[in-house]
């Protein structure tokens, strides 16, 4: 297959399986949404699903947000991990967001990236869900099944960004990052990972990443 095939065989085969694409993250709207995704660093989903509704039910806007103080926040959001830096992250940025954007959720990275806890991915992921801007945001297994595929040389998630821009066509970059990160989840996994139920990483895998499997299992059988 050409690299092009490969890209055409990776968007056909993820619509197939997800059709439909559900949204991670369970929100209302940009700004419960950006708090969302800031606290699912090195989190899971599932967790941050748990935790979020605690805290909307007392704060889902900047302006109720900041009559909360850091030490409230934190506590409500303990069990999604590194609550002080995310506790002060939030606080921070409702305040920004009432003294700069007029309680709004701004519509571009730049003002985005320079909120309070808030990176490039998490930006990107506020952008294409809150608004439908495209963007590519790269998470783990968006950066692991990108080196699998072999589409990208995996150096960091910067590199790999930029190569999904350029293989996969701009109108199908909001959905596919999320079929990516899906797939990734259920058949193409970091550990624990089965092969035979991964029908892309199969068909157009990385020779060495294949032969490394192989040989891994060659061993434990």
């Known amino acids: ?24 993250l369970d929100h209302k709207d940009p700004y419960t949404l950006l708090i969302a995704v800031l606290m699912s ?51 921070g940025l409702s305040h920004i967001l009432i003294d700069k954007h007029d309680g709004k959720v701004p519509q571009n990275l730049e003002d985005l990236e320079e909120l309070p806890a808030v990176g490039h991915k998490t930006a990107s992921v506020v952008i294409s869900q809150a608004f439908g801007i495209p963007a590519f945001p790269v998470d783990t297994h968006i950066h692991r099944l990108m080196y699998r595929w072999n589409l990208t040389n995996g150096k960091n998630v910067v590199q790999t960004e930029k190569d999904a821009k350029r293989l996969f066509p701009e109108e199908i970059w909001n959905d596919l990052h999320l079929q990516i990160i899906w797939y990734g989840r259920e058949y193409c996994q970091a550990r624990g990972w089965n092969l035979d139920n991964d029908i892309i990483t199969k068909t157009i895998g990385r020779k060495s990443v294949l032969d490394t499997y192989y040989k891994n299992k060659k061993t434990r059988s």
């Open 1 to 24: 297959m050409t690299k092009q095939e490969k890209v055409q065989f990776v968007i056909d085969t993820l619509q197939r399986i997800y059709p439909e694409i559900p949204v991670p």
């Open 41 to 91: 660093a090195q989190s899971t989903d599932v967790r941050v699903n748990k935790i979020t509704p605690l805290l909307f039910a007392k704060a889902d806007n900047p302006y109720d947000m900041i009559k909360l103080s850091v030490e409230e926040i934190r506590e409500i959001i303990k069990p999604v991990g590194l609550s002080p830096m995310k506790a002060k992250g939030i606080y």
